[in-house]
């Protein structure tokens, strides 16, 4: 079976910023990948990227087999049905004026479909992410944090998509709140055969969700492999630091707050050789060479000198 989708040397500048230097992941169908990075590592422009919604100047991005990058918006729109996004902060996206039956039945009104029956399709919609018919009268102000993500989730799969790529889908839930969007995630995606990309910080979500993980630094992954394979023997010292750090029950330990050496380097001028070698605990004179991204045992890591292998 071939992957859903297949990111291949995925570019993305904004004027003199480089911002995504070649991004390659496959996501199979059924699967959940997951993609972690600092703050600024580029996660949400990699699946802004793909989706159309940011430049891409290289690469290729392809659907279900089909090349979509640099597609024109007219040629996008019949998959968009296919491609659903579920952004970063999700009250801020949501529009306040909406009833949440207008918010969640919004997508086949922007696709045209009006011979929907709105009111039924609201019901249902509200009934697969576990909310209150009633609630479809509410609006946005009037929802918790986890309930408003539950919207979200149903408008992203009002078009029966094949695909869901979420941006940060826990942030800023309580812990008990995290864990149940996520088995609604997980339920969801079992159910109705999904395929997910989630961007997140928090790597507690990836252990619960991810079946793949790849770790992201100045838009480059680092490490690629099973999320078990990762947590249990991470290659990279950058993914190292980052779950050494990583205080298993806190929720919201983002990761730029955790003691790395130094700043992220600046992405106009970027660093030669190793990219992160300035702030490697276990940087040597080799880490002058640019180190490529190896595969051992269904397993990719960018580092000279790697870690458990
Ligand atoms: N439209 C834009 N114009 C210029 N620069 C941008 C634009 N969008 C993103 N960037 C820059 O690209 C880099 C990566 O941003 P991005 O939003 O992808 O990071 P992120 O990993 O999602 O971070 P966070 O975890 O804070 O959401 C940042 O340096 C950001 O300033
Ligand atoms: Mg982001």
Redesign the pocket.
């Known amino acids: 079976m071939s992957p859903i989708l297949d990111v291949k040397d995925l570019q993305t500048s904004?004027?003199a910023?480089n911002?995504l230097a070649g991004v390659s992941f496959a996501v199979e169908q059924g699967e959940t990948y997951a993609m972690v990075?600092?703050?600024?590592?580029?996660?949400?422009?990699?699946i802004?990227a793909i989706a159309g919604l940011?430049p891409a100047q290289a690469g290729s991005v392809k659907f279900d087999g089909q090349e979509i990058r640099g597609m024109s918006e007219k040629n996008l729109r019949p998959l968009r049905k296919d491609i659903a996004m579920m952004f970063?902060d999700p009250t801020g996206s949501l529009s306040p004026r909406l009833t949440i039956r207008n918010l969640i039945t919004e997508p086949y009104k922007i696709q045209g479909m009006k011979d929907r029956d709105l009111d039924a399709e609201a019901k249902r919609l509200l009934e697969l992410v576990n909310l209150p018919a009633h609630f479809a009268d509410r609006y946005p102000y009037q929802l918790s944090g986890g309930q408003a993500r539950r919207v979200g989730v149903a408008r992203a799969l009002a078009l029966e998509p094949k695909l869901i790529l979420a941006?940060?889908p826990t942030a800023g839930l309580d812990v008990s709140v995290q864990g149940e969007l996520l088995n609604l995630l997980n339920d969801l995606r079992e159910r109705l055969g999904l395929s997910m990309v989630i961007?997140t910080?928090n790597l507690n979500v990836v252990r619960h969700v991810a079946d793949r993980m790849g770790i992201?630094y100045l838009?480059r992954l680092v490490e690629e492999g099973t999320t078990e394979a990762i947590f249990d023997e991470p290659r990279h010292p950058y993914t190292n630091c980052l779950l050494s750090a990583n205080p298993e029950p806190d929720p919201d330990a983002r990761l730029?707050r955790i003691a790395l050496k130094g700043e992220p380097p600046s992405?106009i001028k970027r660093p030669s050789g190793c990219e992160f070698r300035d702030r490697c605990p276990v940087a040597s004179d080799i880490c002058t060479q640019v180190p490529q991204f190896e595969v051992t045992d269904g397993h990719a890591v960018r580092c000279l000198t790697p870690l458990h292998l």
């Open positions: 904004f004027g910023v911002v990075g600092e703050s600024g590592s580029g996660k949400t422009t990699v802004r940011a970063q941006d940060e961007i910080h992201l838009g730029e992405l």
